[in-house]
């Protein structure tokens, strides 16, 4: 019994919701999303809820009930609200700028790493240390994130390089002398 998947979806005002075939849309004020879902998942819609049902209860469809309903959810979130997430550039000399729709990252290298704002992604740099990246697609979002982040990962020793806002970094203890 998937406990996620039987959980009905608002829909919430202002969202729009349209299944085309094995697609499903979601337009709302920020935007607009559309995803592909499996075709052995049934989507009804009725009165202002979204219902996500399984054709059986094999291992296969219990385990795309529930990501179907999450994968729904997160485009009616992300329509309405959008997703963010924080970065934070920890060391000397490291820094962050935007320049139009590039953001510029000094880390130590040789050079400045650019990169560009892809659809419907948007950098914001509020101080030289701070990144957020900020879309209506969680998927997306979470991938330039990660993109940012691997430019220059956290050390154990002293922590320097970029890290999630949240995230916790176990630090590890240098040599010792004799």
Same mark, same amino acid.
């Given at each position: 019994m998937s406990r996620i998947g039987n959980m009905p979806i608002e829909i919430? $005002?202002? #969202? =729009?919701v349209k299944i085309e075939g094995d697609n499903i849309v979601v337009k709302g004020p920020k935007g607009q999303l559309s995803q592909q879902i499996h075709k052995d998942?049934? /989507?009804k819609i009725e009165d202002k809820q979204i219902l996500v049902q399984r054709p059986s209860d094999n291992r296969y469809h219990k385990s795309l009930h529930g990501l179907t309903r999450s994968l /729904? $959810?997160?485009m009616i979130i992300g329509v309405t609200e959008g997703y963010q997430k924080t970065? =934070? /550039?920890n060391g000397v000399g490291y820094r962050a700028q935007k320049q139009g729709k590039k953001l510029v990252l000094n880390m130590g290298y040789s050079h400045p790493v650019e990169m560009e704002e892809e659809d419907g992604i %948007?950098? %914001? #740099?509020p101080a030289p240390n701070k990144i957020i990246v900020k879309g209506i697609d969680k998927q997306k979002v979470g991938a330039v994130a990660a993109n940012i982040r691997a430019v220059r990962p956290p050390e154990p020793y002293k922590g320097k390089g970029i890290k999630y806002s949240d995230e916790v970094i176990r630090r590890k203890e240098g040599k010792t002398a004799k």
């Open positions: 919430r $005002d202002k #969202v =729009e998942m049934q /989507i /729904i $959810d997160n970065l =934070e /550039i %948007e950098f %914001e #740099v």
